[in-house]
């Protein structure tokens, strides 16, 4: 299986955030242009996004991650901690 590449956040030459330019449709060929800002939860790594993605079909239930991850309660609230940090530094930056 070929691993999907992954969509860069910062820039390689300077290190800042990159903007969205384009979109393309590979369906139907449509193409979308512009400067959009990524997300806050797009900015994050691929690693915390599956975090996220686990933790809302986890009902958001820290003990359900704890047990899915084979982790300690307190280690799952401090990781959920941490990233809810970086969001809010990602928001902020936004605005």
Do not use: W
Request: hydrophobic share 35%; charged share 25%.
């Amino acid at each position: 299986m070929i691993k999907a590449k992954q969509l860069p956040k910062l820039c390689p030459s300077c290190g800042a955030t990159l903007r969205v330019k384009a979109m393309h449709c590979a369906h139907c060929q449509t193409s979308v242009e512009g400067d959009y800002e990524q997300p806050a939860l797009m900015r994050i790594s691929k690693e915390d996004q599956e975090f996220i993605t686990d933790f809302v079909l986890c009902s958001g239930s820290l003990k359900e991650m704890a047990q899915k991850m084979g982790l300690s309660y307190p280690t799952v609230r401090n990781r959920l901690d941490d990233l809810i940090s970086t969001l809010k530094r990602n928001v902020e930056n936004d605005r």
